[in-house]
């Protein structure tokens, strides 16, 4: 289960469970407090030092670019290529100079070791070259906010109105009955009153496609449409994926 969640826990764990420590009283809060000072050590000072070996870095927050949630860069869900660093960094710059405030906020992103070794449920996330971001939201006054809808960032759908689109039924009518199993995955909802901030999420998407290492980039079609977003870097996942009318999915080269 670490290993799934954080990639180093398991190993980790193991190597804590091999250590003598029945003789001591209380051996098993002293084996959660070695562990916990074991794998924060590793985290935030040896990990990324040997992500580098494996051409990966951890994205640091900046004042224009941050994850949204602690947890991301807790359990190592923070690595990417360094070209993909770069994207986000200068996105980030970007969408700042034009919303005042407004960070770029990303979500999984993939581990800091081995290609092939997937960030679950994100079976595609294993090379450091694929990022998940978040939409941005206003406030009931309409002011932009970096508040987002859920606990996790994911899960909370700008769905397709009456007039537009619906992928979603399409999908699970062909049998992908999974398609919107993500309204599962928000840890709860928080900021519920928020709203889809229509023109800044298009100005965040198109700072990243300005960014020639881009090579795609996937949100439903409902919300290209609406976008009115013409590039074709933007694409449809296709229904053995999950929908993406709560998150953009960006792949680098
Ligand atoms: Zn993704």
Redesign the pocket.
Known sequence: MLTVITQIGGIIYAFVELLPLRRFARYRFLKIVIFTVLYAVSTFYAVPKVAALYGRVPIHDTPNLKAHSVITKLCNRNYVDPSLNTVLKQAAIALHRKHQGIYLVYL?ASFPFFNQFPLLP?L??NDGK???ISFIYKDQNGNLVNQKPSISGYGVFEAPTGKEHNQIITCKQQGSYWYDFTQYATLGTIYTDLAFAKKATKDLLLELLKRKDVQKI?IEPHLKDRLQLKSSKIRFQGCSAVRHDD?I?LEIQ
């Open positions: 999984d994100h595609s996330h694929k990022i998940d996937f998150h999915h």
